[in-house]
């Protein structure tokens, strides 16, 4: 037995006090006189005997008491087997999981309302004086501040479903980095959820021996769910006009089949398609619906299905920018190219410009076409280099006699410079089928495809550089390659592009190569954005630095100043878990889909005998008993031992009884 509060032990010396009362009776003695004690004697030796033995009971009552009280005041504790009772302050921290899964019905409620009931049994289990935190899945930094026990249970009641679904041992690791910040001796941490398998990676928590783990899992019940996964809409760009094909991803993980699911649709807030699928029990099936783009700008889209119980992830916003036309500039070195010019004069949707020098504005262009240069000062590889680094595409398209300024930008953007000219006939034996340029042209090689040929080409110098084929030649060589630089793009040539060179410009491969180019410039927004996620958003529009910012509105008119910063010259919009619903939300002109995370559509989770296993022999993790009965006693035991306190009292207050009685008796 150990006493968590053993400075209590000094008041046993008040033990004294009655032992002192008892040997220095101070009570006076009247003497009273009578005629003839003899028949007396024998009685008073008899009387003052059981005197004697009355208040040595009393004595023993009074210092029974006092040391009983002193005891319960030092806490005495029984500690239980394999436990250390630990004494000092406390620090304990509790995540209780408000993920959309925690929404599932249970005999009491939901599964939310049954975790608020476990981490109130938690509290109880400590001391009033205790500090506690509660952290959700938000993890904003007003969870990072400690509450009374009161407090703790008024932030309880406020605690709702998110659509943040952050792996537990995320959240742990920020629990443990607080509670290193507490300064206390004794440090635990509770982790309240249903433990569904996409989050639940028990297995690795992190290992600290200086705060002991506790895993409270719920009764969580496996329920069927139909979803949709993702939306993917199958265009290099889009114009007022043209038409747009939305793949829609959607997922069964339940253990039924679903027949006619009906999968609508809408845009602008109008139906505009409308499919019919059968999934069957666990399998993934694709539905594509058609729209086409009456006007410019900005286009809403959604796209729902109808299933419950589970219907956070029953509709998917999506967003996309319909664009009058591209802008392209070409500047020509040795002559015009007439293949150019025949693919983009006369195009409606191309703002084709021909040049001589560089000398225009490149942010004023999409793409920017590099025909044959004969020479490139520093100048102007410094500007194109900051212009494709910020998304420019440039396509070089090189002469027979390359100037050092051309290899000059070549390596400035990273790209494999041009060394020697080969003269031969060289056929084109490759191309990369599945590369974005190339998505939706072909739908497989045959055998008598017809490839281009080249009478003579450049090869690469052997030094390190970022490229990727896209279309090769049979000497080993490439014909067209690409490189990513910052967040544009070069497209390279190692031939000229005119009859005398190569065939391409007459075959009917050159037409999406090129013109796939041009679409693909202009930096396309992603249809959609998830919540929760932390990656910056690159935004299409630019804003003045020193003007007010702009507000992130959504549908209801609830706006909020998000964190935007200039990354060179495209700016970037950073989210810290401002945002809990899902929609389409304006940025002055911008248009943004958000949606929530499907990692909580799989309604799957871990069973028990799956956690045990998971964190065998980890000393600093413990599991609570699987029993309907209140954590608190579990809790008291498992942390501090068998208390004995309450015992100490009873025994008091018996030890007090026996004093009254053995004072108010005669006999």
Known sequence: MIFTQPAFLWGLLAVALPVIIHLFNFRRYRKVYFSNVDRLSELHVEQRRRSQVRQWLVLAARVATIALLVLAFAQPVVPQRAATVRTGSTAVSIYVDNSFSMDNATSDGSLLDEARRRIREVAEAYAPGDRFQLMTNDMRGSEMRWLSRDELLTALDEVALSAAAPMMSAVATRQHDFLGQSGARNRHAYMVSDFQQTTADVELLPADSSVQTTLVPLSAVEADNLYIDTVALDAPAYFAGGSVSAEVTLRNSGSRNAEQVPVKLFVDGRERALATVDIGAGATTKATLRFSLDHGRW?????????????????????????????????DGEGRN????????????????????????????????????????????????????????????????????????????????????????????????????????????????????????????????????????????????VTPAGQGRLYLFTTPLD???????????????????????????????????????????????????????????????????????????????ELSADGI????????????????????FRERSDIEQAIRGRDDISLVAASAKPLTDELRARDGGRPLWRLCVVLALLALAAETFLLKTKR
């Open 338 to 481: 007439e293949c150019l010019e025949r693919l983009f004069a006369h195009d409606s949707t191309v703002t084709f410009h021909q040049a001589s020098q560089l000398h225009h504005e490149l942010n004023d262009y999409d793409m920017v076409v590099l025909n044959e240069p004969r020479a490139l000062s520093s100048g102007e590889v410094q500007q194109l280099t900051q212009w494709v680094d910020a998304g420019g595409s440039l396509l070089l398209i090189p002469p027979e006699k390359v100037s050092p300024g051309v290899n000059e930008l070549l390596s400035a953007l990273q790209a494999p410079r041009l060394n020697r000219w080969v003269q031969r006939t060289v056929k084109a034996n490759a191309i990369d089928y599945g590369h974005t340029l190339y998505r939706g042209v072909f739908n497989g090689k045959t055998d008598d495809m017809e490839m281009p040929s080249v009478q003579g080409h450049h090869t690469f110098a052997s030094d390190a550089a970022i490229k990727q084929s896209l279309i090769g030649l049979a000497d080993g060589g490439d014909l067209l390659t």
């Open 585 to 604: 939300y304006t940025l002055a002109d911008e248009h943004l889909a958000f949606n929530y995370p499907r990692r909580e559509s799989l309604m799957v």
């Open 299 to 331: 286009v809403d889209g959604q796209v729902t299905i109808e299933d419950y119980p589970v219907t956070f992830d029953d509709h998917y916003h999506f967003t996309l920018r319909v664009d009058d036309h591209i802008r392209l500039l070409e500047i």
């Open 499 to 577: 009859a005398g060179h190569t065939d391409l410009t007459s075959q009917a491969l050159v037409v999406p190569t090129i013109y796939n180019m041009a679409l693909y410039s202009r930096p396309m927004p992603p249809a959609s954005h998830t919540l929760g996620a932390t990656d910056p958003i690159v935004l299409l529009d630019s804003y003045d630095p020193n003007g007010r910012p702009p507000a992130l509105t959504d549908a209801n008119g609830t706006s909020l100043l998000p964190d935007l910063r200039r990354q060179g010259s495209r700016w970037q919009m950073l989210l810290h878990g």
